[in-house]
């Protein structure tokens, strides 16, 4: 699984130079739009799992205590979610920089990858970390009315989509 993780993200790192030079564009530029690996989509919703918690407290049935308890730990999660983005976006750039020549360094390539895959890695394992720290804070009960609201929720974030002509 790993090696075809890898083998797949090398591809990328290689096409994207060879696709952005053809189209006289900036490598980043092809970049931007495209969520950062395959599982940062799933990433972002735990985030949103556990915000959407906090604002239907109600609804799920959370008491004070227990909004008390996921609160800190929903802000934590978004702060380590915005210096994951950060740090991400940094060793993108830095193997960017290092596929800028024509005859890069394949080690140094392979070291940026390893660096990207390690910080989605760790930042991965900090969420779940966290989502199981937050439902533990709840009940069996709760957890089941959070998932029966997940989906109405998800649905109102969809942006609208355009009409066809």
């Known amino acids: 699984m790993k090696k075809l993780l890898l083998s797949s993200l090398l591809a990328l790192v290689f096409a994207v130079p060879a696709h952005s030079q053809?189209?006289?564009r900036p490598m980043m530029q092809h970049m931007e739009g495209?969520?950062?690996?395959?599982?940062m989509g799933s990433m972002d919703r735990m985030g949103t799992m556990m915000g959407?918690?906090?604002k239907n407290a109600d609804k799920i049935g959370l008491s004070e205590d227990q909004i008390k308890k996921i609160?800190?730990?929903?802000?934590?999660m978004e702060r380590s979610h915005v210096r994951f983005k950060a740090e991400l976006k940094i060793a993108e750039m830095?193997?960017?920089?290092?596929?800028?020549?024509?005859?890069f360094d394949l080690e140094k390539a392979k070291a940026?990858?390893?660096?990207?895959?390690?910080?989605?890695?760790?930042?991965h394992q900090?969420?779940?970390k966290s989502m199981k720290d937050v439902r533990t804070i709840m009940t069996e009960e709760q957890f089941q009315k959070m998932k029966?609201?997940?989906p109405m929720m998800m649905e109102e974030k969809k942006p609208l989509k355009k009409m066809k002509k």
Not at 34 to 39: D, K, L, R, S, V
Not at 112 to 123: N, P
């Open 22 to 24: 053809m189209m006289d």
């Open 34 to 39: 495209h969520e950062h690996g395959m599982a």
């Open 52 to 54: 959407m918690c906090i």
């Open 71 to 76: 609160t800190p730990i929903h802000r934590e």
């Open 94 to 103: 830095d193997l960017m920089e290092v596929m800028e020549v024509k005859d």
């Open 112 to 123: 940026a990858v390893k660096k990207i895959e390690d910080l989605k890695t760790v930042h």
């Open 126 to 128: 900090e969420m779940l």
């Open 148 to 150: 029966k609201l997940m």
